[in-house]
C-alpha cells in the first residue's frame, strides 16, 4: 500500500457506550489480523471519527493505546502507520516504559501515601476529595485519566516532601497513558475508583498504616493489570 494512502474501517459505526474501548479493540483486531499491512498509514483523527461516528479524542485515546502496544507510531505531520502485526511485550508509554513505572512508582507513592497521612492539611483533603469527585462523575474517558495523575500527584504534594512532589509531576504524563491503556484493555476504572477512595479514607483519618497498605493495594492492582496485559501479548 502506498504511504499517500490512508485505511479507513469501511464498517457500521461503534457503538456510543464504552466507544474508545470499542474504537481501540476494533483497530487493534484489524492490525493483528494483518488487515491493514504493516508501512500503511491509518486515516486521519478526522475521517476515522467519522467512520466510527465517534468523537476526535474518542480516536485519540485509542490510538495512543495502540501505540503502547507497540502496534503504531504517530509521526507529527505525518499520520499514524502501522509497524507491528503483534504487540510487544512492554508498554510504552512516551518517554517511559510500564517496566520503568512499575518498579519506579511503589518507592515514591507508597512512602508518599503514608507521608500524607501524617502532614495532609485541610487544604489537601479538599483537593484529593474534589479530584475524587470529578473522577467520579467525569464521563469522558480522556479526562478521567488526567484526573487520576493530578489525584495521584496531589497525595504526593500532600506528603511534604518536594521530591515526591517533583518526581510524580516528571511522571504524571506517563501515569496518564498508563492508565488510559489498562483502562481500556483491561478495564481497571471501576477498581480503581475504590482504590482511590480507600487510599484518601486513610490519609483523612491520618492512619499512615492504613494509607501505605491501600496504596500500595492499589498499585499492585495496577501491575497486575499491566502484566496480565503483556502476558496476552506473548
Request: proline share 3%; hydrophobic share 40%; with cysteine.
Amino acid at each position: 500500500m502506498n504511504l499517500s494512502d490512508s485505511w479507513t474501517p469501511g464498517q457500521r459505526p461503534i457503538e456510543r457506550r464504552s466507544a474508545a474501548e470499542a474504537v481501540f479493540h476494533a483497530l487493534r483486531l484489524a492490525i493483528e489480523a494483518q488487515e491493514i499491512p504493516l508501512g500503511s498509514k491509518l486515516g486521519s483523527e478526522a475521517a476515522l471519527a467519522a467512520d466510527y461516528q465517534v468523537s476526535r479524542s474518542v480516536i485519540r485515546e485509542a490510538l495512543r493505546s495502540c501505540a503502547a502496544l507497540g502496534l503504531t507510531r504517530t509521526e507529527t505531520g505525518r499520520g499514524t502507520f502501522v509497524i507491528s502485526h503483534r504487540p510487544t511485550r512492554e508498554l510504552k508509554l512516551g518517554s517511559f516504559s510500564s517496566d520503568d513505572l512499575l518498579e519506579a512508582r511503589p518507592h515514591i507513592e507508597i512512602p508518599a501515601a503514608t507521608l500524607a497521612a501524617t502532614r495532609r492539611t485541610t487544604e489537601d483533603l479538599e483537593r484529593i476529595s474534589g479530584l475524587i469527585e470529578q473522577m467520579d462523575q467525569e464521563d469522558d474517558a480522556a479526562a478521567w485519566v488526567e484526573l487520576d495523575a493530578a489525584f495521584h500527584a496531589a497525595i504526593a504534594q500532600a506528603s511534604g516532601n518536594s521530591v515526591f512532589t517533583k518526581v510524580v509531576a516528571d511522571i504524571r504524563e506517563a501515569m496518564a497513558r498508563q492508565s488510559e491503556t489498562v483502562n481500556l484493555v483491561a478495564g481497571r476504572r471501576n477498581p480503581s475508583k475504590d482504590e482511590h477512595l480507600a487510599i484518601f479514607r486513610a490519609i483523612e483519618a491520618q492512619d499512615p498504616q492504613a494509607a501505605n497498605q491501600a496504596m500500595n493495594d492499589h498499585l499492585s492492582a495496577v501491575q497486575q493489570a499491566v502484566s496480565t496485559i503483556v502476558r496476552s501479548n506473548k
